[in-house]
């Protein structure tokens, strides 16, 4: 079963807008990671925020984190036509366990 | 270098088949594992490896999935008697995943689309 949910399922923007996803999760955690997925490719890591971390940057990319309500949010700044792609939350949780719990993905699509 | 390959990349079988998705990771990299990802879904852990050593299974869905990485390289996931609910995509991700690391990041394969018939 999936680790939380994932909001807005699906958002639609133009090009040069910002777009905000948001995700909420169930059980204490290690860290949260945003990995983005192409149509028919793999995952690609974008950013990683540690539990005791509030906030983070990396290029266009802006991540918070609020534990006290099991939840983070991904800010992508000057939205491209490139970055159309699902953007999936994974959680690594404190019991040691390596695997990565995902969130149900938000697709975003950016019109040029 | 050459990230973590998949392979087949597309995999049609009929209801009763078995198959088998083949696992490159990246070289040195100490973990692995397998996600299912159904469609409009996010990836759900199957199964994970650390070195040969399969540390954890929890996430196989049923006796007809089963995982190995005899050398601690390349890992197979067999699956057998497929059933039309297998349809998926298998993702595999390597992790040069250490005792004393904090963070666990993962880089994923480009999948096997498998279609059960």
């Known amino acids: 079963s999936q680790q939380g949910e994932e909001d807005p399922q699906a958002l639609s923007i133009q090009e040069g807008e910002n777009a905000t996803m948001n995700c909420s999760y169930k059980?204490?955690?290690?860290?949260l990671q945003w990995y983005r997925q192409n149509s028919g490719r793999g995952l690609v890591h974008l950013i990683l925020i540690r539990s005791n971390e509030r906030e983070k940057h990396s290029g266009r990319l802006r991540v918070t984190l609020d534990t006290s309500k099991k939840s983070s949010s991904l800010l992508i700044t000057a939205s491209r036509a490139a970055d159309t792609a699902s953007y999936f939350c994974a959680t690594d949780g404190v019991t040691g366990r390596r695997a990565l719990t995902f969130g149900s993905g938000t697709r975003l699509q950016v019109q040029p | 270098g050459a990230g973590v390959s998949q392979s087949p990349r597309y995999k049609v079988a009929k209801r009763g088949q078995d198959v088998a998705l083949r696992c490159d990771p990246i070289s040195g990299h100490v973990s692995l594992f397998w996600y299912q990802q159904a469609l409009g879904q996010g990836p759900e852990f199957l199964t994970y490896f650390q070195n040969e050593a399969q540390l954890d299974k929890s996430g196989l869905p049923s006796d007809r999935f089963f995982a190995e990485r005899p050398e601690g390289s390349v890992s197979t996931l067999k699956i057998q008697r497929t059933q039309q609910e297998d349809s998926a995509v298998y993702l595999c991700a390597s992790s040069q995943f250490s005792g004393g690391a904090s963070y666990n990041e993962q880089f994923f394969g480009p999948g096997t689309r498998l279609t059960v018939l």
């Open positions: 059980t204490s955690i290690n860290n």
